[in-house]
T-cell receptor, first 115, second 113 residues
Framework: AQSVAQPEDQVNVAEGNPLTVKCTYS??????LFWYVQYPNRGLQFLLK??????LVKGSYGFEAEFNKSQTSFHLKKPSALVSDSALYFC?????????????FGAGTRLAVHP | DVKVTQSSRYLVKRTGEKVFLECVQD?????MFWYRQDPGLGLRLIYF???????EKGDIPEGYSVSREKKERFSLILESASTNQTSMYLC????????????FGPGTRLTVT
C-alpha cells in the first residue's frame, strides 16, 4: 500500500541552526515527491519537488530536500533556520491508482524555530 | 501567479443542512481536487476532477458530492451535514500530468453544530 510517514510531530530548532524535517515513503514504481508548507490559517504552499535527476532538489525560501532511493526518504533541509520558517510542513508522494494519479500526504510536522 | 479562491473562510452550519463549498481557479488548470484536513491525519482526498463534468471519488467520498460545470469552478456539496464533517476543507488545482504540483486555496473551516 502507498504511504508517507513523517515520524516527528514537532521539530524544535534554534534560529540560525540547520533544520531537518524527515519524510519516508512507500510507493510502487518511481516516486514523485513533494514538500508543502502551511502557515497559520492559510492553504498549503508548494516548496519543492523531486521528479527525476539530481537527488538534491532546491526550492523556495532557501529550502532543499534530498532524495534517497535506498532509504526511501525525502528529508527537507535548510542550512540556517529563521523564526519565520515556523509552520506546518507536509510531505507528499504521487501514486497511480484506478487509472489516475493521486497525491498522498503525510500527517504533517510542526516546525518551531526559537529566537 | 496561480490563484485558487474559496467562497468562505469560516462557515457554521447546523446538522442536516445542505452545505455548498465553492472553489475557483484562474489558471485554466485541468485538474481540481477537494481535501479535508484534520489534525494528525494530514490531508485526505474527498473527490477530484480531471475535466469539466467529470468527477472521481477519492479516499473518503461518503457524505459528499461534487459538481464541475465549468473548467474554473469545482463545488463540494455536503448533502446533509453531520458533526463529523467539522473540518478544514482545502481546494486545489493543477495542470494535467503527474509531474505538476498542486496549488491550494486558503481553506474553509467548517463547523457543524
Amino acid at each position: 500500500a502507498q504511504s508517507v510517514a513523517q515520524p516527528e510531530d514537532q521539530v524544535n530548532v534554534a534560529e540560525g541552526n540547520p533544520l531537518t524535517v524527515k519524510c519516508t515513503y512507500s510507493v510502487s514504481g518511481n516516486p514523485y515527491l513533494f514538500w508543502y508548507v502551511q502557515y497559520p490559517n492559510r492553504g498549503l504552499q508548494f516548496l519543492l519537488k523531486y521528479i527525476t535527476g539530481d537527488n538534491l532538489v532546491k526550492g523556495s525560501y532557501g529550502f532543499e530536500a534530498e532524495f534517497n532511493k535506498s532509504q526511501t526518504s525525502f528529508h527537507l533541509k535548510k542550512p540556517s533556520a529563521l523564526v519565520s520558517d515556523s509552520a506546518l510542513y507536509f510531505c507528499a508522494v504521487r501514486y497511480f491508482s484506478g487509472g489516475y494519479n493521486k497525491l498522498i500526504f503525510g500527517a504533517g510536522t510542526r516546525l518551531a524555530v526559537h529566537p | 501567479d496561480v490563484k485558487v479562491t474559496q467562497s468562505s473562510r469560516y462557515l457554521v452550519k447546523r446538522t442536516g443542512e445542505k452545505v455548498f463549498l465553492e472553489c475557483v481557479q484562474d489558471m485554466d488548470h485541468e485538474n481540481m481536487f477537494w481535501y479535508r484536513q484534520d489534525p494528525g491525519l494530514g490531508l485526505r482526498l474527498i473527490y477530484f476532477s480531471y475535466d469539466v463534468k467529470m468527477k472521481e471519488k477519492g479516499d473518503i467520498p461518503e457524505g459528499y458530492s461534487v459538481s464541475r460545470e465549468k473548467k474554473e469552478r469545482f463545488s463540494l456539496i455536503l448533502e446533509s451535514a453531520s458533526t463529523n464533517q467539522t473540518s478544514m476543507y482545502l481546494c486545489a488545482s493543477s495542470r494535467e500530468g503527474p509531474r505538476h504540483e498542486q496549488y491550494f486555496g486558503p481553506g474553509t473551516r467548517l463547523t457543524v453544530t
